[in-house]
């Protein structure tokens, strides 16, 4: 016995520390874990709840209409990946590591599209090839008429390649912006060509992030729900197929079979940047010099038009969905008014219900994402806990919001539930789009609190200071400029995504995603853009209003952690 | 056995399958200064760490003025201690972070003054309201140890804290310690993986190796009677000699450099050796001999030699030249017994 007591670890903080892990570990387990294996049981398990097995499964791929959807999905994401990947290296590639004038502007416009509800690209298009298109019709009879079946994979594939863009831009950047420049000057020193040096250094040095960005231009695309609803037509995908199920047939069973199908690549892909991630350390050391960009006209000149090119598409699909919004009534009175945003910013309205959305999962988020992470990263208690609790918080990574919504509809949607009174309720929007932003967000904090010295814990208890007022006093200030970054994130991404909460809305809180996705099912193609507009502002505004406050805050905490050497 | 005032009886210590310390006894008496000092990996910051209460043995006990302290938690020790990276919190003046562990030990106007006097005591006084990333390295290295010592612990517990230091500084900052040491008697314990360092500034040094304690003594006891050839190679420069017959095996005679004299050839019972490196070291010359048979063939054996600059003319000596040289007998050191486990040379 005393030998027993003597081996928990001496530690005065430990109690209330330990309270804090299971707490955090109950609400994981609430949030994530359960709500997945509802999921799974539903999709093996028939009406009654009787297990059948893998008879959806069975049912699903003997109904042809319900098969071609799928290979459509693959289609449709594989041609996306196609073309997606390769205008973000080199746009990337330019901005990084070219010496192109205007890299701050190509690089705003790039990003510009996170900034929208997928939507807006799907609507764009349409006011440019739709039947009454602005190309179409040929700028309303100026030009000959230029028509393409817009409706359909070369819709969606449009749209999505504008999607999925920006995080494939972002994801390539950050991998062109640390590479090792004396791994250059070796090749140089070593009589390497160009051509030579860019396949042997450039590529292998980028190859993690490659893959990384095909996986995710992938995966976003093989379970985005908005591109499709809106220039989708006849074309059905897999997307679309759970949505028919779900709210069109109320066919539970085969919409969470259908769901485990959307689950499938995204589980997949999670594994592959795992691994890769794990392999790519070590690359960069802390002696690494940066890269210098040498001149080179040719690849100047040619860079530039490409960036040029890619920027003029993403600008005229914004202008042309503003353009639309203020227009009295496309093509016939293009007399200019605000008629379409008319009682949007009204007491009840999808817009105000967004913003109340937004805020609510940032704060909330921001500070149980930072609590978590720092009680995984920085506490000495239950390792095994907290190692669990670390995969947890990655396990929304793998979780597309179509399948979340799907899950949170199954766990909560259930009388017997002890949180069945969430249902229904605004919370239930915040902790799913919390749940949705939250693996990438504590990723951030995460990375964010290792830069800490890992001993300070150790020295406060040394001090017999406790835990909490180290946290207060030291890791929250030094920690400000991520937890504004993820506050943001989580407010954004709230603003746009549709795909989990249009299971979950009530309707006297429909959130303003959900409702382009209504306005444009019944042909208020210009309200619906308005609205995007809308939300295009407000995430503007948050995020100026953001970067002002952590752009002086990171100058100065990213000063007090420059280490001196003598 | 004599009690030490801080006793660690039977500690040994395991991460995962990894064995970190195995059978640590060790006395420490009060005002000690003592060096763990260790190649790395050989467990002696793990042992700091128990000491500090940040890790916990797996087996063993600790006590201190005959009080076990095995469980108590860190903060209920008394222990100041000094970490390798110093974790000086960043956002916080260096007066703040003097203050940090005072906060529920004195009185406001109580921690004024403490601050005041450690400022004085350690030198920064016009530093006061910088932030870390402000100072020198030394700077930040004394404003750890004067956090450390703020509470007056009844031990201090030094993590390497000179190792991110240049050279200069780092002299510098050593008799610093010494002289806080001197003044205020704390019994001080560092870790140190720098044999100069302890050979200076300990009163005692524990050698260890491969998680286990190899040898406890004054600097000058492990250095001229080490009692393993491990501990003869780590502290100082050493070549091992095999006996005149010959026999092939462990070596078990050592002698340091500095205790081998060149001799004018023809000289009374000299051995000879062929010079093979040549090493410029200021004040003196090392030398690599190869030693010669009595037939005057190499025998692939080698001595180093130290040879004060002045004398290097007088010998005449370039490479490949054939030299003689006697040991002095009073300080070759001989090992009596070689057990395997000190014989390892990390």
């Not at chain 1, 997945?36 to 049981?41: C, H, S, T, Y």
């Not at chain 1, 009295?328 to 008629?339: A, D, H, I």
């Not at chain 2, 517990?157 to 230091?165: C, Y």
């Not at chain 2, 690599?288 to 001595?303: G, I, N, S, T």
Request: a positive charge.
């Amino acid at each position: 016995m005393e030998t027993w007591l003597k081996r928990i670890r001496p530690n005065a903080n430990g109690w209330s520390q330990n309270g804090f892990i299971l707490i955090m570990m109950l609400i994981l387990m609430f949030t994530i874990l359960l709500p997945l294996g509802e999921l799974l049981i539903k999709a093996v398990s028939n009406k009654e709840g009787n297990f059948i097995g893998f008879a959806n499964f069975a049912k699903y791929f003997s109904t042809p209409t319900l098969v071609t959807s799928l290979w459509n999905s693959i289609k449709v994401s594989l041609i996306t990946t196609l073309v997606a990947v390769p205008l973000a290296f080199w746009f990337a590639y330019a901005l990084e590591r070219s010496g192109i004038r205007g890299k701050w502007f190509f690089r705003s416009v790039a990003l510009l599209p996170l900034f929208a509800p997928s939507m807006l690209h799907g609507l764009a298009l349409i006011y440019l090839f739709g039947n009454q298109g602005l190309v179409s019709t040929g700028f309303f009879g100026l030009l000959p008429e230029f028509r393409i079946q817009l409706y359909g994979q070369f819709g969606i594939v449009l749209s999505e390649i504008l999607y999925t863009f920006p995080q494939a831009f972002l994801i390539l950047s950050v991998a062109f912006a640390s590479s090792d420049y004396r791994l250059y000057e070796a090749a140089e020193t070593l009589g390497a060509s160009k051509w030579r040096t860019f396949w042997t250094v450039t590529v292998p040095g980028t190859k993690f992030a490659l893959i990384s960005t095909v996986v995710v231009c992938f995966v976003l695309t093989f379970t985005d729900f908005g591109a499709p609803k809106v220039v989708g037509g006849q074309y059905n995908v897999l997307a679309t197929d759970l949505f028919k199920q779900v709210i069109g047939q109320q066919n539970m069973q085969m919409g969470a079979a259908v769901g485990v199908l959307l689950l499938i690549p995204a589980v997949i892909s999670f594994a592959i940047d795992r691994i890769s991630q794990r392999k790519q350390s070590g690359w960069l050391s802390a002696k690494s010099l940066p890269y210098r960009i040498e001149a080179n006209k040719t690849r100047d000149v040619l860079l530039f038009i490409l960036c040029s090119m890619v920027s003029a598409v993403i600008l005229s699909i914004i202008l042309v969905a503003i353009y639309g919004s203020i227009v009295k009534v496309w093509p016939y009175n293009l007399q200019l008014s605000l008629s379409h945003y008319e009682g949007f910013l009204d007491g009840a309205g999808p817009f105000v219900n967004s913003l109340l959305i937004s805020v609510g999962a940032a704060v909330i988020g921001s500070i149980v994402t930072f609590m978590f992470a720092y009680l995984i990263e920085k506490s000495n208690g239950h390792a095994l806990l907290r190692n669990a609790a670390y995969l947890l918080s990655m396990l929304p990574l793998a979780l597309p919001g179509l399948v979340l919504g799907l899950v949170y509809v199954f766990f909560f949607n259930n009388p017997n539930q002890p949180l069945h009174g969430l249902y229904g309720t605004i919370w239930i929007m915040i902790i799913c789009n919390i749940v949705h932003y939250y693996s990438v967000s504590f990723l951030t904090v995460t990375s964010a609190l290792k830069k800490l010295d890992s001993e300070f814990e150790a020295a406060s208890e040394t001090m017999n200071v406790p835990w909490y007022r180290t946290l207060v006093r030291v890791t929250l200030p030094m920690s400000l400029p991520c937890i504004l970054e993820i506050f943001m994130y989580y407010f954004i991404n709230s603003m746009v995504t549709v795909s989990a909460v249009i299971f979950l809305y009530a309707p006297d809180l429909k959130p303003a995603a959900v409702a382009i996705v209504n306005m444009e099912d019944s042909g208020d193609i210009a309200q619906a853009a308005a609205m995007s507009l809308l939300i295009i502002l407000a995430n503007l505004i948050m995020r100026s209003v953001v970067m002002l406050l952590s752009g002086k805050m990171r100058r100065r905490t990213e000063a007090l952690l420059v280490k001196k050497d003598s | 056995m004599k009690l030490g005032y801080l006793s660690l009886r039977n500690l040994s210590k395991h991460f995962g399958k990894q064995t970190a310390l195995q059978e640590i006894n060790l006395d420490i008496y009060q005002h000690e200064f003592i060096c763990l000092l260790g190649p790395s990996g050989c467990g002696k910051t793990t042992l700091l760490r128990i000491l500090a209460g940040l890790e916990k043995t797996d087996r063993g006990q600790l006590t201190i003025g005959g009080k076990d302290i095995t469980s108590v938690p860190a903060g209920k020790r008394n222990f100041g201690m000094m970490f390798q990276s110093y974790a000086l919190f960043p956002n916080l003046s260096v007066s703040e972070n003097i203050a940090y562990g005072l906060r529920n030990r004195l009185t406001k106007s109580q921690i004024i003054d403490r601050v005041d006097e450690l400022l004085g005591l350690v030198e920064l006084n016009d530093q006061r309201d910088k932030v870390p990333a402000q100072l020198s390295g030394g700077q930040q290295q004394r404003v750890a140890l004067a956090r450390a010592l703020a509470f007056s612990p009844d031990c201090l517990l030094l993590d390497e804290p000179l190792s991110a230091l240049d050279a200069k500084v780092r002299v510098k900052l050593r008799r610093e310690i010494c002289r806080l040491h001197q003044q205020f008697g704390m019994t001080t314990i560092m870790v140190t993986h720098d044999q100069e360092e302890a050979l200076t500034m300990a009163d005692r040094i524990v050698v260890m190796n491969q998680s286990r304690i190899i040898q406890v003594g004054a600097p000058n006891e492990v250095y001229e009677r080490p009692n393993s050839p491990f501990v003869a190679d780590f502290i100082g420069a050493v070549s091992f000699i095999e006996p005149d017959g010959g026999q092939q095996g462990n070596p078990i005679m050592a002698i340091r450099p500095e205790h081998v004299q060149l001799v004018r050839e023809g000289q009374e019972k000299g051995r000879q050796g062929i010079v093979r490196e040549i090493e410029y070291r200021g004040t003196h010359y090392r030398l690599v001999l190869e030693l010669l048979d009595h037939q005057d063939a190499p025998r692939q054996q080698f001595l180093t030699v130290d040879l004060p600059t002045q004398d290097m003319a007088t010998f005449h000596i370039k490479p490949n030249q054939k030299v003689t040289f006697s040991l002095l007998p009073e300080h070759i050191i001989r090992f009596d017994t070689v057990s395997n486990t000190s014989i390892a040379v990390g």
